[in-house]
Protein backbone atom coordinates (compact mmCIF):
# COMPACT_ATOMS: atom_id res chain seq x y z
CA UNK A 1 0.00 0.00 0.00
CA UNK A 2 1.51 3.67 -1.00
CA UNK A 3 -0.11 7.18 -0.77
CA UNK A 4 1.89 9.51 -1.88
CA UNK A 5 1.00 13.32 -1.57
CA UNK A 6 2.33 16.22 -3.75
CA UNK A 7 2.04 19.53 -4.42
CA UNK A 8 3.26 21.20 -1.16
CA UNK A 9 5.23 24.49 -1.20
CA UNK A 10 5.71 27.84 0.34
CA UNK A 11 3.49 29.85 -0.73
CA UNK A 12 2.02 33.86 0.55
CA UNK A 13 -0.92 34.85 2.82
CA UNK A 14 -4.05 34.89 0.53
CA UNK A 15 -2.26 32.11 -2.45
CA UNK A 16 -3.51 28.58 -3.47
CA UNK A 17 -1.96 25.52 -3.76
CA UNK A 18 -3.35 22.00 -4.88
CA UNK A 19 -2.12 19.01 -3.14
CA UNK A 20 -2.68 15.52 -4.43
CA UNK A 21 -2.39 12.06 -3.29
CA UNK A 22 -2.09 9.21 -5.69
CA UNK A 23 -2.73 5.92 -4.03
CA UNK A 24 -1.94 2.18 -4.83
CA UNK A 25 -1.73 -1.33 -3.37
CA UNK A 26 -5.63 -1.48 -2.28
CA UNK A 27 -8.92 -0.62 -4.03
CA UNK A 28 -8.85 2.63 -3.95
CA UNK A 29 -12.58 3.23 -4.74
CA UNK A 30 -13.74 1.32 -2.09
CA UNK A 31 -12.46 3.81 0.51
CA UNK A 32 -12.83 6.61 1.97
CA UNK A 33 -10.09 9.52 1.77
CA UNK A 34 -9.24 12.12 3.86
CA UNK A 35 -6.31 14.98 4.63
CA UNK A 36 -5.07 15.92 7.93
CA UNK A 37 -2.51 18.24 9.22
CA UNK A 38 -0.23 18.43 11.71
CA UNK A 39 1.75 22.16 12.93
CA UNK A 40 4.86 21.90 15.25
CA UNK A 41 3.88 21.48 18.60
CA UNK A 42 0.70 20.44 17.78
CA UNK A 43 -1.69 17.03 17.18
CA UNK A 44 -2.15 15.75 13.89
CA UNK A 45 -6.19 17.44 13.26
CA UNK A 46 -8.67 16.34 9.96
CA UNK A 47 -8.64 19.32 7.39
CA UNK A 48 -11.40 17.76 5.11
CA UNK A 49 -12.61 13.89 4.12
CA UNK A 50 -14.61 12.40 1.39
CA UNK A 51 -16.45 9.32 0.95
CA UNK A 52 -15.63 6.26 -1.19
CA UNK A 53 -18.07 7.35 -4.20
CA UNK A 54 -16.57 11.35 -3.93
CA UNK A 55 -20.47 12.55 -2.91
CA UNK A 56 -20.01 13.22 0.50
CA UNK A 57 -17.53 15.67 1.81
CA UNK A 58 -16.54 17.08 5.40
CA UNK A 59 -14.52 20.01 6.03
CA UNK A 60 -13.37 21.45 9.46
CA UNK A 61 -14.82 24.79 10.08
CA UNK A 62 -11.46 26.36 9.97
CA UNK A 63 -10.94 25.62 6.50
CA UNK A 64 -14.82 25.43 5.40
CA UNK A 65 -14.94 27.57 2.20
CA UNK A 66 -11.34 28.00 1.38
CA UNK A 67 -10.89 23.93 1.00
CA UNK A 68 -12.26 21.93 -1.30
CA UNK A 69 -11.86 18.47 -1.07
CA UNK A 70 -12.14 15.53 -4.29
CA UNK A 71 -11.45 12.16 -6.11
CA UNK A 72 -10.82 10.44 -8.69
CA UNK A 73 -11.39 6.77 -8.29
CA UNK A 74 -10.15 6.21 -11.82
CA UNK A 75 -6.74 7.99 -11.13
CA UNK A 76 -6.85 6.81 -7.63
CA UNK A 77 -6.18 10.00 -7.01
CA UNK A 78 -7.05 12.57 -4.53
CA UNK A 79 -6.82 16.16 -4.29
CA UNK A 80 -7.36 19.42 -1.75
CA UNK A 81 -7.69 22.62 -3.55
CA UNK A 82 -6.79 25.22 -0.99
CA UNK A 83 -7.29 28.58 -1.63
CA UNK A 84 -7.10 32.16 -0.06
CA UNK A 85 -4.14 30.49 2.25
CA UNK A 86 -3.37 31.59 5.97
CA UNK A 87 -0.54 31.82 7.82
CA UNK A 88 -2.65 29.36 10.36
CA UNK A 89 -2.60 27.07 7.75
CA UNK A 90 1.17 26.00 7.83
CA UNK A 91 1.53 22.38 8.34
CA UNK A 92 2.54 19.05 7.33
CA UNK A 93 -0.32 17.43 5.23
CA UNK A 94 -0.97 14.19 5.30
CA UNK A 95 -3.22 11.87 3.18
CA UNK A 96 -5.24 9.17 4.76
CA UNK A 97 -7.52 5.75 3.81
CA UNK A 98 -9.54 3.96 5.76
CA UNK A 99 -11.95 1.25 5.49
CA UNK A 100 -15.22 3.00 7.06
CA UNK A 101 -17.68 5.37 4.49
CA UNK A 102 -15.52 8.71 6.24
CA UNK A 103 -12.72 9.03 7.80
CA UNK A 104 -13.44 11.87 11.20
CA UNK A 105 -10.52 11.08 12.96
CA UNK A 106 -6.74 9.76 13.17
CA UNK A 107 -7.86 6.19 14.70
CA UNK A 108 -10.26 5.67 11.89
CA UNK A 109 -7.44 5.77 9.39
CA UNK A 110 -6.42 2.64 7.42
CA UNK A 111 -3.46 3.54 6.05
CA UNK A 112 -1.24 7.34 5.80
CA UNK A 113 1.42 8.99 3.71
CA UNK A 114 4.27 10.57 4.76
CA UNK A 115 3.28 13.80 3.92
CA UNK A 116 4.00 17.28 2.21
CA UNK A 117 4.70 20.25 4.07
CA UNK A 118 2.60 23.59 3.35
CA UNK A 119 4.06 26.81 4.11
CA UNK A 120 1.79 30.15 4.26
CA UNK A 121 4.52 33.16 5.07
CA UNK A 122 5.57 36.51 3.36
Known amino acids: VQLVESGGGLVQPGGSLRLSCAASGFTFGSYGMGWFRQAPGKEREIVAT????????YYADSVKGRFTISRDNAKNTMYLQMNSLKPEDTAVYYC????????????????WGKGTQVTVSS
Open 50 to 57: INWRGGIT
Open 96 to 111: AAGVSGMIMMVSSASY
